[in-house]
């Protein structure tokens, strides 16, 4: 089994900045690729970065210029470095990690990050 747990999480007034982490432990022999997802109120859970274990990076385009997506492999950590918050960045905040190809398989239980307009 593996667990997922994120910290970060916070209150923060437009253009602020937050850092996200999510440490995956557990039954994990290597990662294939670890990321954040978002939840906002009414919305479906929506892409915002993924990192795989060779460091390719991918963002979603609403988050591009802002966040920063990083990994520390040995720590299986990933973090999220958020820049220039916007009140449309309010969401709960999952951690994402595949062990494998196709799906991610474990999930964290979110972290809220609220942006004051």
Known sequence: QVQVVESGGGLVQAGG???LSCAASGS???INSMGWYRQGSGKQRE???TITSGGRTNY???VKGRFTIS???AKNTVYLQMYSLKPEDTAVYYCAVRLGIGSYDYWGQGTQVTVSS
Request: net charge neutral.
């Open 71 to 73: 990994r520390d492999s």
């Open 47 to 49: 892409l915002v970065a």
């Open 17 to 19: 900045s937050l850092r």
């Open 28 to 30: 994990i022999f290597s």
């Open 60 to 62: 979603a385009d609403s």
